[in-house]
């Protein structure tokens, strides 16, 4: 009865076991029953507490792990992988595929990918080329290596408008009206595109280039070799006062030296006597951001906002302040604005209009209040990126939107065009010469004219 109610308690193949190895089944129960299985039980679950404890303790590790991979990238980016094989595997099957190997190498491809990445994010971001890279600086510096001559497209001739004061053209004595007929000994053939001169015109400072030139007046040619040097473009153009007392003054492009040349070139109409302003952003496609906070800032108490730009995070955001000693500027102001004026003349127009320090005239502006960011890379290329959109100082989003004019005078695209023609030579003044060279006579201003009245009612309800 005692052994069989002990092995009740015990699978009958342990029992067993024990028996044999006993020798005796009294032996057996006396040993096993009593001692043995007691050793037994308690061994196991020591052993499986054991087992336990290591499974915990692994599970444990492998949390503290994948927290330190996460917070110290000690391991790649499982989606970034994935896509990047994606990516080499059509890399791999086109470069060994395509037709034609000479256009389908790694590097040819990879660029191509590249540019069909960044290029198709908006209208705004692209990847760019060394060259391109180059010449992007170039126009956001203000600066470049060239002769410091303006040259426009006239009857598929190349014909100087100005030559920059101090520069090797001017310097040279090439005056306005000469006729460029070759470069480098090679000629300029009818209709080649502005690009194409420009481009071979410009260079690293200190290099040479040899321009030929033809002087209509005298039917003289000479031919120059001149030595390129950093040439300052002036953006900020046009500066005089009209009717008396109304200062105007035309900004182009917001470079490096915007904000210098409008301080400089509002001092002087101020010297001048002037009581209210026109500043004219008309067809100024942007710039810089510090440029365009600089041309506002005569305007605005030290420390107070004048645009602020707003990333993907909500801590990404940056607030830009004016920092101009003294007492803001305080004459009426009137801005004009059309269907081209964008980024950088958007963020002047907004700031001006939102604070009520001057009414805007025009037509509703571009809307391209977004921020792009360049990223050079390791071979000279650029990425340029939006990182983020702007907004004036009550918080309203340009991107899209635009800034519409408080005063509104839409001009139709012909006169757009003609008016662009007659700010980008203020220089002739003379009616009849205008009309011969540009084929059209010059035409109402009918935009400026309204900015006018504007501040002649302000300036009478001043007084």
Not at 235 to 254: H, L, W
Not at 284 to 303: H, M, Q, R, T, Y
Not at 340 to 354: F, N
Request: net charge negative; glycine share 10%.
């Amino acid at each position: 009865m005692k052994s069989a109610k002990l092995r009740a308690g015990l699978p009958p193949a342990r029992a067993r076991r024990a028996a044999s190895i006993a020798g005796s089944q009294g032996a057996v129960e006396g040993f096993i029953y009593k001692r043995d299985p007691m050793d037994t039980l308690s061994g196991m679950f020591k052993r499986i507490l054991i087992l336990l404890g290591a499974a915990l303790a692994g599970f444990a590790a492998c949390l503290a792990a994948i927290r330190v991979s996460g917070s110290w990238s000690l391991f790649p980016n499982r989606d970034l992988n994935r896509s990047s094989d994606y990516v080499r595997e059509v890399l791999k099957i086109v470069n060994e595929n395509y037709v034609d190997p000479s256009a389908s190498g790694y590097d040819t491809l990879a660029r191509l990918s590249i540019h069909g990445m960044v290029d198709g994010l908006d209208p705004h971001s692209e990847y760019l080329e060394s060259k391109d890279n180059q010449e992007l600086e170039e126009d956001l510096d203000g600066e470049f290596g060239g002769i410091g001559i303006e040259v426009e497209s006239h009857n598929g001739a190349f014909a100087v408008i100005d030559p920059i004061a101090g520069s090797p053209g001017e310097k040279a004595g090439i005056l306005r009206g000469d006729v460029i007929v070759s470069i480098e000994g090679k000629a300029l053939e009818r209709g080649l595109p502005m690009e194409t001169v420009v481009t071979r015109l410009r260079g690293k400072p200190g290099t040479h280039v040899r321009v030929g030139l033809l002087r209509p007046s005298t039917g003289a040619r000479m031919s120059l070799d001149l030595v390129r040097e950093v040439i300052k473009v002036e953006s900020v153009r046009g500066a005089r006062v009209i009717d008396g007392t109304i200062g105007y003054v035309q900004v182009t492009e917001f470079s490096d030296h915007t904000g210098e040349q409008f301080i400089a070139a509002l001092n002087t109409l101020l010297k001048a006597g002037i009581d209210s302003l026109v500043i004219d952003l008309r067809n100024n496609p942007g710039g810089l951001i510090d440029s365009a906070v600089e041309v506002a800032e005569p305007f605005f108490k030290k420390g107070e906002l004048v645009v602020y730009t707003q990333g993907r995070k909500p801590g990404d955001r940056d607030d830009y302040v004016s920092e101009a000693d003294g007492d803001p500027l305080s004459i009426p102001v009137a801005v004009l604005i059309n269907a081209d004026t964008a980024s950088a003349a958007e963020i002047v127009t907004g700031a001006l209009k939102d604070t009520g320090r001057a009414v805007i005239v025009g037509e509703r502006s571009f809307g391209k209040g977004s921020v792009q960011s360049i990223f050079t890379l390791k071979s000279g290329e650029g990425l340029r990126l939006t990182t983020a959109h702007y907004f004036t100082p009550s918080g309203a989003r340009i991107h899209g939107v635009g800034i519409a004019p408080q005063v509104e005078v839409v001009m139709s695209p012909e006169e757009d065009w003609k008016l662009s023609q007659q700010l980008a030579r203020s220089d002739i003044t003379d009616p009849g010469q205008f009309s011969e060279r540009f084929g059209f006579a010059p035409i109402e201003d009918r935009q400026l004219e309204a900015a006018l009245d504007v501040l002649r009612v302000a300036r009478l309800y001043k007084k």
